[in-house]
């Protein structure tokens, strides 16, 4: 069996092993969309009752924090300058990393610091290397856990919450179009989660900085 067909068998016969399995891999560097794996599950959760939602949430988180830790202690034990040389690599282009997105995401780090681990698990692009900036820069895993965990655990409840919904949805009768439709409520959520984070972290920016200036008034 190909590997395509292996990954399909599995996306067809969900369970909470294989949920956290593929949760993981997500939440590394290896390119895998949580949009296959949390929606379709609370979907099937909410049509035949098999799993239970609260479940597929937790499952999935667990996954994530698996995922996420193995970025993090993978940064941390290789340093920045393998990091980056393997981020160039063919290896690192097959799974759909650049030098331009490890900087990005460590410039993101570097700018908002650890609240940046909570906030970075709910953008595009940012929420599976967000880890790696963390690594680098030895972050306590108290704080990095307890950020990935919040991060990770809204954005599979906005994910299960989709699924939940579309087992309500007339007209759905196989998995694409089960996929497509939840390809485009996600993108809608990612695209509203980048606009309200947008927001707080102007707010904290503002704060930040009236905080400084009343400090030099008085």
Same mark, same amino acid.
């Given at each position: 069996?190909? /590997?395509?067909? *292996?990954i399909?068998?599995?996306?067809?016969?969900?369970? =909470? $092993?294989?949920?956290?399995?593929?949760m993981?891999?997500?939440s /590394?560097?290896?390119?895998f969309? /949580?949009?296959?794996?949390? &929606?379709?599950?609370?979907?099937?959760?909410?049509?035949?009752?098999?799993?239970?939602?609260?479940?597929?949430?937790? *499952?999935?988180?667990?996954?994530?924090?698996?995922?996420?830790?193995?970025?993090?202690?993978?940064?941390?034990?290789?340093?920045? &300058?393998?990091v980056?040389?393997?981020?160039?690599?063919?290896?690192?282009?097959?799974?759909?990393?650049?030098?331009?997105?490890?900087?990005?995401?460590?410039? =993101? *780090?570097?700018?908002?610091?650890?609240?940046?681990?909570f906030?970075?698990?709910?953008? &595009?692009a940012i929420?599976?290397?967000?880890s790696?900036?963390?690594?680098?820069?030895?972050?306590?895993?108290?704080? $990095?856990?307890? =950020?990935?965990?919040?991060?990770?655990?809204?954005?599979?409840c906005?994910?299960?919450?989709?699924?939940?919904?579309? /087992?309500?949805?007339?007209?759905?009768?196989?998995?694409?179009?089960?996929?497509?439709?939840?390809?485009?409520y996600?993108?809608?959520?990612? =695209?509203?989660?980048?606009?309200?984070?947008?927001?707080?972290v102007?707010?904290?920016?503002?704060?930040a900085?009236?905080?400084?200036?009343?400090?030099?008034?008085?």
């Amino acid at each position: 069996m190909e /590997s395509a067909e *292996f990954i399909q068998a599995i996306l067809d016969n969900l369970n =909470y $092993f294989w949920i956290t399995v593929l949760m993981a891999i997500e939440s /590394s560097f290896i390119p895998f969309p /949580s949009e296959l794996v949390v &929606p379709p599950a609370a979907y099937m959760a909410a049509i035949d009752g098999k799993m239970s939602i609260p479940l597929v949430v937790l *499952f999935a988180t667990l996954g994530a924090d698996i995922g996420a830790l193995f970025n993090y202690y993978l940064a941390r034990w290789l340093g920045r &300058p393998i990091v980056y040389r393997f981020a160039n690599s063919r290896l690192g282009h097959m799974c759909l990393i650049d030098q331009e997105k490890v900087q990005k995401a460590e410039n =993101y *780090f570097d700018k908002h610091g650890a609240v940046s681990t909570f906030v970075g698990r709910l953008l &595009p692009a940012i929420r599976q290397l967000i880890s790696i900036p963390a690594g680098l820069a030895r972050m306590k895993m108290g704080p $990095f856990l307890l =950020y990935t965990t919040l991060g990770a655990g809204i954005w599979n409840c906005i994910l299960a919450a989709i699924g939940y919904y579309l /087992s309500t949805v007339p007209g759905i009768d196989t998995r694409e179009q089960l996929q497509e439709k939840i390809n485009q409520y996600s993108h809608e959520m990612g =695209y509203l989660f980048i606009a309200v984070c947008v927001v707080v972290v102007a707010f904290l920016v503002y704060k930040a900085l009236r905080k400084k200036k009343n400090a030099r008034t008085e």
